[in-house]
């Protein structure tokens, strides 16, 4: 039981000390906490007392006479409890709740339990000395038993308090004591441990009775020294956890003062900004009243000056308008100026009638005076206010033909004339001034023209001429004068359109200047110039000869009249005799060799590059040109040629150009070119048709040809795109057996579209030899080079490759042409060095251990049988047998080499 007892002390200090403090900032819990306190007090001043006692006697004494001890120390107990009571009286009906829970009046409890302590003491030692002769021994078993129960008295005592204000505690911070709740709370806990409880003394009994049964068991020895040591730290430790209270409670209290104070401060602050935004307001309201006040002063004060302005400026005006009209313009204008400087400088804006008419009256004074800029800002200021302003747009019209800036003056124009506003002679006033306007542009740009002639700018001049006319054609007003200027403006276009090439737009510009003035020599003598460039030799040598025959006419217009002749003769006959010469030569060009088609045309390229240096531009002998220009198979200089003069519609030109496109192998720009000479064989005699275009039926089959090849040519090519490349190839083979011997382009064509088929279908060598009879027959032709050169780079043949990409950059190519082509060889040039792939070359398609020596036989006899060159008469036979040859060797040495297969006996061998 004591154990017991012992362990139930122990776990309600540990549940004291560990379980947390409520922090409250009532009054009631702090009393608890100092009643706890002054418990706790007592229970250790009696524990020091007894223990003093114990070693001031040092051994049992005897107890007085007629007393038992148990006796004494309930009497004892009795007067300490007594004495509690009395005071606890008191101090609760001196003093309030608030002062016995104060620092101060514990301490002050502290000094009273301290003075009875030693006021007991005494009465104990007394009551000791006087029976310390009577005390009886008592055995160590006995001794040490009540020696136990009182402790266990206390440690009852001490739990029985701390678990009440722990029970208290837990059943929540809002339960409130009163002092008479108190105080008859310690009277019962303190008359229970007086009296004694059931329990207590059944707990002594049962130890008794422990004790008794277990004699030779010895109890427990208790350190009264640590127990003294353990109150004073629970008392040390109550009194700081009631400081914390009472300083929890100032904070709280400060707290709550501080909020109070932070809401007044809140409020105030407000109050202030209320305030302030009243005063600004009240300052906003004075400061505009004041401005107001002070503007409207200023309005007054400016209004006055504004009217002495008027005035003065009304009196300067009247005075302008007098001066005006007595022919005095300098005085006049110095009035308006002196008027308009008043109204401004007044503050007014110039934007009423009355003051934009001072403007519009002094601009008229300036004009008339000279001074044309001023003027014109003086009318610019009028329509800045007044855009539709009719007199003021007039006088800029008029200024600005005055300072020549005739763009401007065509804008004021125009607004005139689209103004709703506008009276009738206000309209008539802008016709005018168009007129004037129209021959101030006319005269300007033929100026401009003419120095665009002199540095040899002819499409400028050209340019401006046009303007010129256009201007000189608008003008209604045609006069003598308007029409020699439309004379020379012609005259001078033609010039232009002769040095631009243009013979014919020339000579409609000289039918147009020979009917406004037709005994105008000089246009005459251009016109015949014109013809001659035109080729009507007959119309051209006419118009010079009426020249020569006219009276009183200038030693140098009849040289150029003269010179003119000769220039006929000499080309007409130049024209005639190489004509017929090509002519008949495109007729015999089947049985003629190629030295006598070259000595032919070299000698007409010959007369014809003379007679070209007098006359530049005659259509018939740039077609002459051309046609012994592909004579001499210059094909693309000659179609060149063609297509940098002006189209014609010539037959023979058109004949020319057939030929040529077809040589090319542009066989729809060859349908199209003879398309106007087949219909006009059907219209037209055989005769007229023979004059003009050589061997006309050969013309007609060239033509039939060229359809039928480019029939050939789509079927071909929508075959190649379906993979259909056997049926391809067929269709090409026959075209190129339908083509003619003289057409090498045409039959080179076929033979690269052939090229392209047999690539297809992995037929190298093949393909290798239609490639190199196409470049045989059409060295230029560039679509067949590029072929050769991919055959090559699919080969491994990287030499040969990098030797057809060199012969293709040769060529004319565009630039995207040459781009491909550019990049081909690089990429060829960067693969390692190999040897040929033997296996393309003949054809076999399973490299490697599939391929045996029976097939490599097959494929070399069927390949030398077409390529051999006893049975192949192609130049490149020979090369293609050797490379069959040398394939067929690499690929059977294998038989001589143990366990090698085809690709090791290849890597060994070297292509010669």
Avoid at 5 to 15: G, Y
Wanted: contains cysteine; proline residues 2%.
């Amino acid at each position: 039981m004591h154990h017991h007892h012992h362990r139930s002390d122990e776990e309600a200090t540990t549940r004291r000390r560990s379980s947390p403090r409520t922090t409250t900032t009532t009054t009631t819990n702090a009393e608890r906490l100092w009643e706890l306190q002054r418990e706790l007090a007592k229970e250790l001043i009696f524990s020091e007392n007894d223990t003093a006692s114990k070693e001031k006697r040092g051994a049992p004494r005897e107890r007085r006479k007629g007393r038992t001890r148990k006796e004494e120390e309930e009497e004892k107990n009795s007067k300490i409890i007594r004495n509690d009571e009395v005071r606890e009286d008191e101090s609760a009906s001196t003093s309030s709740s608030s002062s016995s829970s104060s620092p101060a009046n514990f301490h002050h409890e502290e000094r009273i339990f301290d003075r009875e302590n030693n006021n007991n003491d005494d009465v104990e030692d007394e009551h000791e000395v006087e029976e310390e002769g009577d005390v009886f021994e008592r055995g160590s078993a006995v001794r040490q038993t009540k020696e136990n129960d009182h402790q266990h008295q206390r440690r009852r005592r001490r739990s029985v308090i701390v678990d009440r204000y722990e029970d208290k505690e837990q059943e929540g911070t809002t339960l409130r004591w009163s002092d008479e709740e108190e105080s008859t709370e310690l009277r019962r806990i303190s008359s229970t441990f007086r009296n004694g409880s059931d329990d207590d003394d059944e707990c002594c009994s049962t130890s008794s009775r422990d004790e008794e049964e277990n004699h030779d068991t010895k109890p427990p020895q208790v350190n009264a020294e640590l127990e003294m040591k353990l109150r004073r730290y629970e008392l040390k430790h109550v009194d700081l956890e009631l400081k914390l209270s009472a300083s929890e409670e100032k904070v709280s209290e400060a707290a709550l003062v501080l909020e109070e104070a932070e809401k007044t401060r809140d409020m105030y602050r407000k109050q202030c900004n209320r305030a302030w935004e009243e005063v600004k307001e009240l300052e906003r309201v004075i400061e505009e009243e004041r401005k107001s006040a002070a503007e409207k002063l200023s309005n007054e004060l400016l209004k006055q000056k504004q009217n002495k302005a008027t005035k003065r400026a009304e009196r300067f005006r009247l005075k302008g308008n007098k001066s005006y009209a007595a022919g005095d313009l300098s005085s006049a204008e110095g009035y308006y100026a002196e008027a308009i400087l008043l109204l401004e400088s007044s503050g007014m804006g110039l934007i009423d009638k009355n003051h934009l008419t001072l403007r519009t009256n002094r601009a008229a004074a300036l004009m008339a005076l000279g001074r044309d800029n001023d003027a014109l800002q003086e009318c610019l200021n009028v329509l800045n206010v007044d855009e539709e302003n009719i007199k003021a747009l007039s006088q800029a019209a008029t200024c600005a033909l005055s300072l020549s800036n005739l763009n401007s003056a065509r804008k004021y124009i125009a607004r005139i004339v689209l103004s709703s506003t506008a009276s009738v002679d206000d309209l008539q006033s802008a016709h005018q001034q168009q007129e004037m306007l129209l021959r101030a542009c006319i005269e300007r740009d033929k100026s401009f023209g003419n120095d665009a002639y002199k540095r040899a700018d002819y499409a400028e001049a050209l340019r401006l001429y046009t303007v010129a006319l256009k201007d000189a054609n608008d003008v209604t007003d045609v006069t003598d004068e308007i029409q020699k200027i439309k004379v020379g403006l012609h005259s001078n276009r033609a010039a232009t359109h002769m040095m631009l090439g243009h013979p014919l737009k020339a000579a409609e510009d000289c039918c147009v200047a020979l009917k406004f003035h037709p005994g105008n020599v000089k246009i005459q003598l251009r016109y015949a110039r014109c013809l001659l460039l035109l080729g009507d030799f007959k119309a051209a040598f006419q118009e010079a000869s009426d020249v020569l025959t006219r009276e009183n006419i200038d030693t140098v217009i009849k040289n150029e009249a003269n010179e003119i002749h000769e220039d006929i003769q000499t080309s007409e006959k130049v024209v005639r005799e190489v004509g017929q010469v090509l002519k008949r030569f495109e007729e015999e060009r089947d049985v003629a060799d190629e030295n006598e088609a070259k000595r032919v045309s070299e000698e007409a390229l010959e007369k014809l590059n003379k007679v070209m240096q007098i006359v530049t531009k005659i259509p018939m002998l740039i077609t002459l040109k051309a046609e012994a220009m592909r004579f001499m198979g210059k094909y693309d200089e000659a179609r060149s040629l063609l297509e940098s003069n002006e189209p014609s519609d010539d037959p023979r030109r058109r004949a020319l150009e057939a030929r040529i496109c077809f040589d090319l192998g542009y066989l729809s720009a060859c349908i199209e070119a003879a398309l106007p000479v087949t219909k006009s064989a059907s219209s037209s005699s055989p005769s007229s048709l023979d004059a003009c275009v050589p061997d006309r039926g050969k013309l007609i089959l060239l033509v039939e040809q060229a359809v039928n090849a480019q029939a050939s040519r789509e079927r071909g090519r929508v075959l190649f795109k379906e993979e259909q490349y056997e049926e391809a190839m067929g269709v090409y083979r026959e075209a190129l057996e339908s083509c003619a011997a003289d057409s090498p382009v045409l039959q080179a064509i076929f033979l690269s579209n052939i090229c392209a088929c047999e690539q297809a279908l992995e037929r190298y060598v093949d393909a290798l030899s239609s490639a190199s009879i196409a470049i045989s027959l059409a060295p230029t032709f560039a679509k067949a080079r590029s072929r050769l050169a991919t055959l090559y780079g699919e080969l491994d043949m990287h030499k040969e490759a990098i030797e057809a990409y060199d012969s293709l950059l040769e060529l004319p190519l565009d630039n995207e042409e040459r781009n491909v082509a550019n990049w081909n060889k690089r990429e060829v040039e960067k693969k390692k060095a190999a040897q040929p792939n033997w296996y393309k070359l003949l054809g076999l398609k399973d490299f490697g251990s599939a391929t045996t020596t029976s097939d490599v036989k097959k494929a070399y006899k069927k390949l030398a049988l077409v390529h051999h060159p006893d049975k192949n008469s192609a130049p490149i036979s020979t090369k293609l047998f050797k490379l069959v040859s040398e394939a067929s060797r690499v690929l059977t040495a294998q038989e001589n080499v143990n366990g090698e297969s085809f690709e090791q006996a290849n890597a060994g061998l070297c292509f010669f």
